[in-house]
């Protein structure tokens, strides 16, 4: 076992802000009307976009300002289709286009401001807008009921796997990019998927084949934002959830599944 007076310290944060963040957040689900969890999930992707922005433009006050609000309107898509189709998106490219040409930056600085404005709104609004339209989708209850599944798949296979990788785990599956994700917390994470899946929709081949999917977009959400702070050299990104980071790094795997969830039940 590893760890040690720091590690229990941690751990107990980490307990305690995913007790609170529980509560919360089945107060919002099972008692308030799908509107607030919507509200809620928008006020995420804002947030996630935020932090984001303020890590790739720190010195770029307008574009850390407009990349939230891209990213809210890339979250309305699935909400509002032709009236972001023919109005938001344009506006989502000629914008950042627009500013940062005016900023006159450096060829590589603008090139990673362009790739910035685009990337991060759909990275963070038009998957995870795709979170909030699973709240309604098929009926009130079959949304709740995705969504519900969506917490439980994300959030228990991402803590079975930092606990059995952190205290158990020997093999990194990739240490360039995250050194800390190891070959034995992804197989219990593929695995916790796979369970909670069947657990949710029944035991069938095809729910087997969504499980495995599931576990799949859960671990490379992840894993893309480990290769992305690596890039940026920061461990957190941010400090708003003790134990757990910040908003990016509570939302990778969700938004990102929520997404694969969304186009599985779409076809």
């Known amino acids: 076992m590893k760890g040690g ?137 079959n949304g709740l009921n995705f969504v519900v599944y969506l917490l439980i798949m994300v959030w228990l296979s991402d803590s079975l796997a930092y606990y059995i990788g952190k205290n158990f785990g020997r093999k990194k599956i990739s240490p360039n990019i995250s050194p800390n994700k190891t070959v034995e917390g992804t197989l219990v994470l593929l695995f916790g998927a796979i369970i909670v899946t069947l657990i949710f929709f029944g035991f069938s081949l095809s729910n087997l084949f969504l499980g495995t999917i599931m576990g799949f977009s859960s671990f490379f959400g992840d894993l893309f934002q480990s290769y992305s702070k690596r890039t940026l050299n920061i461990k957190d990104s941010g400090k708003f959830f003790p134990g757990h980071g910040g908003f990016w790094d509570r939302t990778d795997s969700l938004f990102f599944s929520s997404y694969i969830f969304y186009l599985v039940k779409s076809l």
């Open 5 to 141: 007076k720091g590690g229990l310290v941690a751990s107990f944060k980490r307990e305690i802000t995913a007790f609170i963040g529980i509560i919360l957040i089945a107060f919002i689900l099972f008692i308030l009307p799908p509107i607030y969890f919507q509200v809620l999930t928008f006020l995420f992707i804002f947030l996630t976009a935020l932090e984001i922005s303020f890590l790739i433009c720190s010195d770029f006050l307008l574009l850390k300002i407009f990349i939230p609000l891209f990213s809210v309107s890339w979250g309305l898509y699935y909400f509002f289709k032709d009236f972001f189709l023919n109005f938001l998106l344009p506006i989502n490219i000629i914008m950042p286009l627009f500013l940062i040409l005016f900023k006159n930056p450096s060829s590589k600085e603008r090139l990673l401001q362009l790739f910035s404005s685009i990337s991060v709104p759909i990275l963070t609004g038009f998957f995870g807008g795709s979170l909030a339209f699973l709240r309604i989708l098929d009926g009130r209850k």
